[in-house]
């Protein structure tokens, strides 16, 4: 089944409620997605700085230890097992040569804005755990799972996160992802886990790394994934929604003059200031729907 | 009048105390407010009640419905009306997928668009939709009236057995043994009809097209019979 959100502030009044809004929004998924949650936060970026947040899969993760070696010039921020490191850019391949040399260490997203949480559990739980209704930002993704594919492992949740600033939500499930894989293998690009979500993350990453627009690559998707599928994506700009042809899988956009939202299900939305005003729609299947700023 | 207000009363409640009206008396009109989306509304009522919800409801609102006139001021989810036996269900915003989905008699009216699948296996249920409809509408539909006064996504009727589409708009393509067949008198009265009770005024019968099954598929073909 599974449940996913997103929302996109276009009035950034609103970007210090935009993780207590999101966290209503996952919680409402819940009965959709029990196994697992995860959510990515968009915030904004520092002059010349990189985020990275990373996952710590250790018993009792040491992040002090951490910061002390990666050197004064990195700030790092720990919530639970989830760490965020803010680097200038020109530190990075001395810093990531570091992680990549650390056992049970998962960088989960890399880029200038965004933040990414996951984790096993109940979604007011996982929400809970990382504090996500105090965060802030200008927009965010999160998604609730009900494994059907893969064991309920945090590598199995989402979202998953395969660019710079991208990532992805996904409810359905691809046929053609081993194949897609490979092929995005040859290209260059790689996808850490056997989940065809992370394939579906991939290949948005590709096709907009070969300079496609957030539109253009979903709508070059529709030509390559097989599957039923609904997406939602978030760029450093903005986000979108997909959904396949056959248009399997539930979703409701609803759009203000504060806001856009998507929710796998209206409830999901019930929260939100000024819903009762909102232009409320189904999206159409194999039809792209995206937000930049 | 009662009037139920879902920030505060259970959805289980409500539906109980639907099922539970015996002979409602004078005291037929409802009122359910602060729906949120919920799945599974007023489902199942075998009364004959005016129920009003306020705002957006989930899926399968007014499933199996029986005698009641239940009206959506909102939007409705996957399934509304799926399966009704009898009555009315209006929906004034926008229907997701499976509208009508099953149903074997009573009127279901979308002031809106309904997505996909709109009218699925109907069976005798009459349909009228004032907006648009998505793909695989009608599919396998067996008995029953569809109406739609937009266009009408890909494969409508699809292996179709004798439901009666009439569309005002354009077809994007139709299912498999799926045609397009004269309007005749006895079609443009009985489309005036469907009209008027789904209360839409000045609208010509003359402007739709009918659509319906040239039964050609295999189980129309009486030598297959013995195969069933």
Redesign the interface.
């Known amino acids: 089944m599974c449940g996913i959100v997103g929302l996109y502030l276009k009035d950034q009044r609103l970007a210090p409620e935009l993780g207590a809004h999101l966290e209503a929004m996952l919680v409402k998924m819940s009965d959709r997605g029990p196994d697992s949650a995860g959510f990515a936060v968009y915030g904004s970026p520092k002059q010349g700085a990189v985020k990275l947040t990373l996952r710590s899969d250790a018993a009792e993760p040491d992040f002090e230890a951490l910061a002390a070696r990666l050197g004064e010039e990195v700030t790092l921020a720990a919530r639970g097992n989830h760490a965020v490191v803010t680097l200038p850019r020109s530190a990075l391949p001395r810093v990531e040569a570091i992680l990549a040399a650390e056992p049970d260490l998962v960088v989960a997203s890399r880029g200038e804005r965004v933040e990414i949480y996951r984790d096993v559990g109940l979604p007011p739980a996982v929400a809970k755990r990382f504090d996500l209704s105090a965060m802030g930002g200008s927009h965010g993704i999160g998604h609730t799972r009900m494994a059907t594919e893969s064991a309920v492992t945090v590598d199995g949740a989402h979202p998953f996160s395969t660019g710079d600033d991208q990532c992805l939500v996904h409810n359905g499930s691809l046929s053609n992802h081993n194949d897609l894989r490979r092929r995005l293998a040859h290209a260059g690009m790689s996808v850490r886990t056997e989940n065809d979500s992370e394939v579906a993350a991939a290949y948005l990453s590709w096709r907009m790394a070969q300079g496609e627009t957030l539109g253009g690559a979903l709508e070059r998707s529709l030509d390559d994934l097989d599957g039923f599928y609904t997406f939602v994506v978030g760029t450093g700009r903005g986000f979108g929604v997909l959904r396949d042809p056959?248009?399997c899988k539930?979703a409701v956009l609803a759009e203000t003059e504060a806001w856009v939202a998507f929710g796998s299900?209206?409830?999901a939305?019930?929260d939100l200031p000024g819903i009762?005003q909102a232009r409320?729609?189904?999206p159409?299947?194999a039809t792209p729907y995206f937000w930049e700023r | 009048m009662p009037v139920v207000d879902l920030a505060v009363t259970p959805l289980r409640e409500l539906n109980q105390a639907l099922h539970g009206v015996g002979d409602p008396g004078n005291d037929r009109h409802w009122l359910v407010k602060n729906p949120?989306?919920?799945h599974a509304l007023a489902v199942g009522v075998d009364a004959p009640l005016d129920i009003e919800i306020e705002?957006?409801v989930?899926?399968y609102c007014a499933g199996m419905n029986k005698q009641a006139s239940i009206t959506v001021h909102?939007?409705a989810?996957?399934g509304v009306a799926e399966n009704m036996m009898s009555g009315r269900v209006h929906v004034t915003?926008?229907a997701?997928?499976s509208a009508g989905a099953t149903g074997r008699g009573g009127l279901l009216v979308i002031d809106g668009n309904a997505?996909?699948r709109c009218g699925i296996s109907m069976k005798g249920i009459d349909i009228v939709v004032k907006g648009s409809i998505?793909?695989m509408s009608a599919f396998m539909g067996q008995a029953g009236r569809l109406v739609v006064l937009g266009d009408a996504g890909e494969a409508l009727g699809d292996s179709l057995y004798e439901a009666r589409l009439y569309v005002r708009g354009k077809v994007a393509s139709l299912g498999a043994d799926c045609v397009e067949k004269p309007m005749e008198a006895q079609h443009r009265a009985e489309l005036a009809e469907l009209l008027a009770a789904a209360g839409v005024g000045e609208v010509d019968p003359a402007e739709f097209r009918r659509y319906g099954s040239a039964r050609s598929l295999y189980h129309f073909k009486v030598d297959n019979v013995s195969a069933y």
């Open positions: 056959i248009a539930p299900e209206y409830q939305l019930t009762e409320v729609w189904e159409k299947p | 949120k989306g919920s705002g957006h989930g899926y909102g939007n989810g996957v915003g926008d997701s997928q997505s996909a998505g793909h």
